[in-house]
């Protein structure tokens, strides 16, 4: 990597996992650096670490959360980005959620899905292409920390998206109606020499089906081929898998989902570090596509053991989810597996 990068996007045919590509680029860039310029907690660090973001083909060794394997074949997504410093563990705690949601945004603005009401002039639709294009050669997240972003403006196209109603299985599992579209994996990356450490975010789209193309892919499903806004959220017991070629109205390349992908997350992220790292302003929009809001459900911690049970009444300010036992007694979660209850 070239001294003073302050962008790479890399794309690779194959790796054991972007995650870990990250991790390995940032080692070798680390060594070369004075120590009296790496970021300390109190730096901030989108200006001195490389914003890197790495897209792979396939991984041989692709994980998701709870260490679990994360299937990568061809026709899938696959991509990691650093996200710079987080010194406390509640802020970071609340990545995992903020993250969903630019990525829920991102692949519903890629299928495409409008209603008549929110329909975008071609003008207004070749802007926001380009805009999205250009987000790979831009140091996206120095751009985003130095130029003010309307909150409002934000909230305001959240509201008047047309897109499909794809949810967020707590805390960052994408749902479609009919199953799983995407997982995230939020890692820290630490130095036993440094006293601070970054945060490697990694996203799994499920894009085609294994050995299909795009034109196959939009002819597989005809159910998809118009908007249905009513949709119920996605079942909480689902667990077949869906594609975003098969909901979308055109055929999609995987660079432009990339594409759209970053450009949501370093934009969520510019308005969550431009709050302090307060997760309270995009409580509402999580809690409107939770999938789970009202069920009874188990977290589970890594091993399988049960951490609490309740009703789903939503996520906190930090992120947390929350829940109502049997005799009414509220309790936050920060971490684990949700599984739903069934009656007994």
């Known amino acids: 990597m070239p001294e003073g990068d302050t962008g790479t996007f890399i ?26 310029s790496l970021p300390n907690k109190r730096q901030s660090c989108p200006v001195l670490l490389p914003e890197l973001v790495v897209r792979a083909s396939c991984q041989s060794a692709g994980r998701g959360r709870l260490g679990r394997a994360w299937s990568s074949p061809e026709g899938g997504l696959y991509f990691s980005l650093n ?7 509640n802020r970071q705690a609340a990545l995992s959620p903020l993250v969903a949601l630019a990525v829920r945004r991102a692949l519903g603005n890629c299928i495409g899905w409008q209603t008549t009401s929110t329909q975008k002039t071609a003008s207004t639709q070749k802007t926001a292409r380009r805009q999205t294009a250009s987000v790979l050669q831009e140091v996206a997240l120095h751009t985003a920390a130095t130029t003010p972003i309307d909150a409002e403006a934000h909230k305001d196209a959240v509201r008047r998206s047309g897109a499909p109603l794809l949810h967020i299985k707590w805390p960052n599992d994408i749902m479609g109606a009919r199953g799983k579209l995407a997982g995230i994996l939020i890692e820290d990356y630490r130095r036993a020499n440094l006293d601070w450490h970054c945060v490697i975010c990694g996203i799994g789209v499920n894009v085609y089906r294994p050995g299909q193309d795009a034109q196959q892919a939009t002819a597989h499903d005809s159910t998809f081929s118009s908007p249905d806004t009513s949709a119920a959220p996605a079942s909480p017991a689902a667990a077949s898998t869906v594609y975003l070629q098969e909901m979308a109205n055109r055929n999609l390349k995987l660079e432009e989902v990339a594409a759209e992908c ?3 997350i370093r934009s969520y992220h510019a308005l969550w570090l431009a709050a302090g790292g307060d997760f309270a302003p995009f409580q509402d929009e999580y809690n409107a596509y939770l999938s789970l809001h009202g069920h009874v459900v188990t977290v589970s911690d890594p091993t399988g053991q049960p951490l609490a049970s309740g009703r789903v009444l939503g996520v906190d300010g930090r992120g947390f989810l929350l829940l109502e036992d049997g ?15 069934r009656p007994v």
């Open 262 to 264: 970053v450009f949501q």
């Open 83 to 89: 996200l710079g410093t987080v010194d406390d563990a």
């Open 327 to 341: 005799f009414g007694k509220e309790r936050a979660v920060l971490s684990g597996e949700v599984t739903l209850r």
């Open 11 to 36: 794309v690779l045919p194959q790796v054991d996992s972007t995650n870990n590509e990250v991790r390995r680029l940032l080692d070798g860039w680390l060594p070369k650096t004075p120590s009296s």
